[in-house]
Every structure is written in C-alpha cells, then in structure tokens.
C-alpha cells in the first residue's frame, strides 16, 4: 500500500466556513484546480457542484433520484437524470479532469466497475464512501447483535439505499487489485475533521467515520 | 365539462383560413425569387414567405433574442390571441412578461413553420404560377427546410446569435436541428418531449391520420379548396387519434373515467354516450376550424423523415461534436409519444460530444401535452435554466 501523504490544503474551510459546506465536500474541492472539468456522480442537490462552480471549475452532475435533478438543474446546474450503474458507459474515454463520487459508492449495484469507469472518463477520481470499520459500527454489531445505524447513516437494513458497504481496508485492497495508483488518502471523523496523518491504516480503518481517496490510472492501466 | 362553443359552417371557416394562409395577422417576411429556400428534396422554393409574432424588445447588443419554435399544430400566436379561434396564445403559461420566457427581458420570435397554414409558405399558400392554391403541388418539406427558412428570418432581422432555441415536441425537433446545423448560432437550446428521430410507433401513428384525411372523399386528392369540399370529417378522425397519443391513460380515467355524458344509462346507440367520446368529437371539430388538411400531411410526414443521426452516418454524437450550446433537454413521465428513453438517448448523445447539458424527466399523468400546460415544476426548470444561461451570456437583469 503506497499512499503519499502530503499536507492538507484546508484554507478553504477557514474562508467558506464548515457550517455551509460538508466537510468532506470541502476537503473534495479544495483538490480540484480552477479551470478543471468535473463529473460529480450522484450529486445529490447540487451542493458540492455549486461549491466547485463557485470557484471557477466546470462542473456537470448526475443524479439518480428525480426530486435531486430538478433542484439541480432549477440552480442552474447541468445535471442530468441517471444511474451510476448503467450510465457511465456512455461517456467517453478521458472526458473529465476528475470523476467525483462522494458518499455514493456503498449504493451501486456494481463497485468495480463503476470504480473502473470513473477513472476511464476521467484522469482523476476522488471517492468518498462510509467506513464500515469505523469502531462504533464494530461496536453496534459485536455488543447490540445489529446492523449498525449511524447519525450519518440512519435508515434501517430494510429501507436503506446502501447495499454494498466497504471497510477503508477493503477500499485499498479493491484498489491494488485494479491496479488504480491511490495519490491522496484521508479517514475523516464524525464532524468530517480529517484525522492525522500519519496514522497506520489499521487506525484509520478503527476511527474514520468515512475515507475520502484521490485516486488515478495505475501504470498497468 | 366540455365547453360548447357555436361553430361556424365549413365554407365560411376555410375562407377565414385561406385568407390567413396567404395574408396572416401578424408579421410577414417575403423572400423573392432571389433568395430561394433550397429544400431537402431538391426543389428550390421561390417566392416565399414566413409568418412570425416577436414579443418585447431587441437590445442594443442583440443578445436576448429567443427563438420559439411550435409544435404540429401550433403556430405564430404562443402569446397573442388566435385570429380563427379567439383563443389565448398556446404558450401562455411559459411566454409572457414575467413568465419563464420573460418578455420584459428576452425579445422572443415565434414563426409559422414552412408547410403551415398560419401565413407561411406552405400547401394552402397561393401558388404565384397557377393563382390556386398549391395544394399537393408544394414540395414535401422537412424539419432541417423548416429550420433553414427560420436562418433567413434570423439573418433578415439581423441576429447573429440566438440567446436560446426552445420548443417542444415538433417544436423540440426544430431545437435539436438548429444546434446540430447552426451550433455557433445558438447559445443556448431547450429541448422538450422531443427525440432526435421519430420513431416507428410514431410514424405509423402519422399515417393513420393521413389515411383517414385521405380516405374522406372531400379531400378530392388535395384539391378540396378549388372544388370547394372541406375533407373535415377526415382531419377530424386524424385529430382524435392523435390527441389520444398527446395525453395518458390516466390522464383520461382522471379527467373523464367511464363517466357519461347528460345521461345516467346507455342509449344503445352509437351517440356519444361517454363523456371522453364527446371530448375527442369536440377535439376534432375545434380543429378543422383552425387547420388545413393539406398541411397536417406535411407536417406529419417532416416529423416521419426527422432522424439526426442518420443525417451523420447514424452517429448522434457526432452531429453535436465540439458544440458550445448549453442544453436543457425535459421529458414527461406518462409521455408515450416521446417517452424519456428518447431524452436519455439525447442527452446519451450530448455527453459523449462532451456537451453541457441538464436533463430532468418532470413527474405528471398529463402525457405529452403537459409541456404546454402548468406543471410548475417544469416552468421553474426553464426559468432556472434560461436564467443561468443568461447570467453565462452576460444579459442584464440576472
């Protein structure tokens, strides 16, 4: 596991203050360049897109539920209706600087290949998905005997949209297996605060509540 | 309930109509024998004409011009009343001052397609060889001629750029061609319930109509006007047809169910027992008053022959490649004349020629004729929309 760690360029928070923006949504575009062209799968309200439009990216969006695009596209957005699984085939090779799924991975039908796409279309992927690892779902499921529910994580194993959940460790070991190259790598705490830095991957698979990652194209690919 | 309205006799309707045909109330812009418009089938249409309204003002930059484009049936009037019917603009709910379409900011054109009966040149025209109308002497037009006449308005007005092209259905065809044949000319392109093709289910619903025109011994081979018969039962069966394909089954159950109409029990009879029965009759009827048969043969047949792709050795994509336009295409869930699998298509295409574009698929029972209705959630899109896109364009007031 080769991640190189580099300092946090957190200035962002500092001006845009952490009420208005997701932490790990701050963290996400404070990685990408101005002027870039971003793809933001599953992008929700549009809040992250606005975010990075705001600080001159070029940004366009998909979006599965249809109450989400059309708060989208009513700011302005270009965001169009469609499903990870089934609708990133249909754009092509290198077409983004950075392909962005934030907190979207766990609800795909197909990871793999969806992990794969995003870096066929885009130079760049950054992914940001809930540790399973984390110790209070540990705990949830060794001392109550249940699936875990988290303040971030409420719905019940019945309702929830999530049906592939993944542990940091399983991230980075699906990652060498497809030989994708992890540039940056953070485990976030509860209020989304980056814990730190060089921390083994064992504490942050035990303390971060999710693992946002930059990933590119591995020298095989 | 349906509304019953005092019709006028046939004769005195088409003589309302031919008059429109060749002298509308509203804008006119005449091209002479000097500037032909080339068609697709090879004929090089001279004179011609086109109808048109415009709506607010051009600024000083010529930048906030849209281009309205109507569907089948529709015409000139999106904002002004109907000078046949009385009745209020078709798109009063989307043009007006303060709508989505604001023509207190945007200066708005909405021409009368070639092969229309409104006061562009089309079969119910004057043929300036013969003094009759033309009749099936018109040339068959399609949906690239349609947009290369509105090129000339645009050049005749002295219009560079449009700030936006939008239309739906038809008028959405017209959309989509404007972006893939003049896509530096358009800024930005609101595409509705609209498909880059028609398909077969569609065509084959065209032909119906057709036939049944034809099949009325009125219609005398398209010379009903010198022989002085109205194949109106014909267009009328045409027209009940195709409303049943602009509107949803549940739609229909909604508005009408198995409800009679002014009666409690059946008559045993082929009355229009059933209120929907008498809503389709009151549908045809309204719509010979207003329309040429001749027309509604060309104009179904430009939708038949409309298929971006196979105009681009079948690649969609690369009818759109390098475009700048910034697009908003939206479909309808209970659409089954354009269903959204057609949009996906679209925006499919879009996305792969690295476009910029928003799609959004609207919620509603009202079928494909809810474009032209009020569904709030689709007039805010195009108000977002056209909004952005003129904060990106630089006009005032966003």
């Not at chain 1, 249909?90 to 983004?96: R, V």
């Not at chain 1, 959940?165 to 992890?182: A, G, H, P, S």
Request: glycine fraction near 8%.
């Amino acid at each position: 596991m080769s991640v190189q760690q580099q300092t946090l360029p957190l200035s962002g928070i500092a001006q845009e203050g952490p009420g208005r923006y997701r932490g790990d949504h701050l963290l996400v575009a404070d990685m990408v360049d101005r002027g870039a062209k971003v793809l933001d799968v599953g992008c929700g309200d549009g809040d992250l897109l606005q975010l990075l439009e705001g600080r001159g990216v070029d940004g366009r969006g998909i979006e599965l539920s249809r109450e989400g695009v059309n708060h989208c596209v009513a700011k302005g957005l270009a965001v169009v209706q469609g499903d990870a699984d089934t609708d990133l085939v249909n754009y092509p090779d290198d077409a983004f600087d950075y392909v962005i799924l934030s907190q979207t991975l766990q609800a795909t039908r197909q990871p793999k290949a969806v992990l794969e796409n995003l870096l066929r279309i885009g130079r760049r992927a950054i992914v940001s998905f809930p540790n399973f690892g984390y110790w209070r779902m540990r705990l949830q499921l060794l001392i109550g005997g249940h699936m875990p529910r988290t303040e971030n994580l409420p719905a019940t194993w019945y309702d929830t949209p999530n049906i592939h959940f993944c542990t940091i460790k399983d991230f980075v070991q699906l990652c060498d297996e497809i030989d994708v190259r992890m540039e940056r790598a953070w485990a976030l705490d509860s209020s989304a605060r980056p814990l730190r830095l060089h921390a083994p991957w064992w504490f942050w698979n035990m303390f971060g509540e999710q693992g946002v990652f930059l990933l590119s194209r591995g020298k095989g690919r | 309930m349906v509304r019953v309205r005092p019709i006028k006799s046939p004769a005195a309707q088409a003589e309302e109509r031919a008059h429109e045909a060749d002298h509308p109330t509203s804008l006119v812009a005449a091209f002479g024998v000097d500037q032909p418009l080339s068609l697709d089938c090879g004929v090089d249409l001279a004179p011609f004409q086109i109808a048109y309204q415009t709506y607010g003002t051009l600024n000083a930059e010529r930048s906030n011009a849209i281009l309205v484009c109507h569907a089948l049936t529709g015409d000139q009037h999106v904002a002004t009343v109907h000078p046949v019917t009385g009745r209020a603009g078709w798109w009063d709910t989307m043009v007006g001052p303060g709508k989505p379409i604001d023509t207190d900011r945007f200066f708005v054109i909405c021409p009368n397609v070639i092969g229309s009966c409104m006061g562009s040149s089309g079969p119910a025209s004057t043929n300036p060889a013969t003094g009759a109308p033309y009749g099936l002497d018109f040339p068959v037009i399609t949906i690239p001629d349609m947009v290369r006449a509105q090129a000339m308005l645009i050049d005749r007005l002295g219009i560079a750029t449009l700030f936006s092209v939008v239309g739906g259905s038809m008028g959405g065809m017209q959309v989509l061609q404007w972006t893939a044949a003049y896509p530096d000319r358009v800024f930005s392109a609101f595409a509705i319930a609209c498909a880059t093709r028609h398909s077969a289910q569609n065509i084959a619903f065209h032909e119906l109509g057709r036939q049944a025109v034809m099949a009325d011994p009125e219609w005398r081979h398209g010379r009903y006007a010198e022989e002085r018969t109205q194949p109106h039962r014909g267009l009328a069966v045409a027209r009940m047809a195709a409303h049943i394909t602009y509107l949803s089954d549940a739609a229909l159950h909604r508005k009408f169910g198995r409800r009679m109409q002014d009666r409690e029990l059946p008559t045993f009879s082929f009355d229009a027992d059933f209120q929907v029965e008498s809503y389709l009759r009151y549908q045809g009827s309204s719509f010979v008053e207003r329309f040429d048969a001749n027309s509604y043969l060309y104009l179904t047949r430009a939708m038949d022959y409309f298929d971006i792709a196979g105009d681009h050795d079948g690649v969609l994509a690369q009818a759109f490649r390098g475009i700048k336009t910034r697009f908003c295409v939206v479909s309808f869930t209970s659409d089954w004349l354009f269903p959204t699998s057609e949009s996906r298509a679209l925006v499919h295409a879009l996305n792969a020629s690295n476009a910029r574009v928003s799609f959004a698929e609207i919620e509603t029972d009202k079928g494909h004729d809810a474009f032209l209705l009020d569904v709030p959630e689709f007039l805010d899109i195009a108000r977002a929309f056209l909004q952005s896109a003129g904060k990106a364009r630089g006009l005032k007031g966003n």
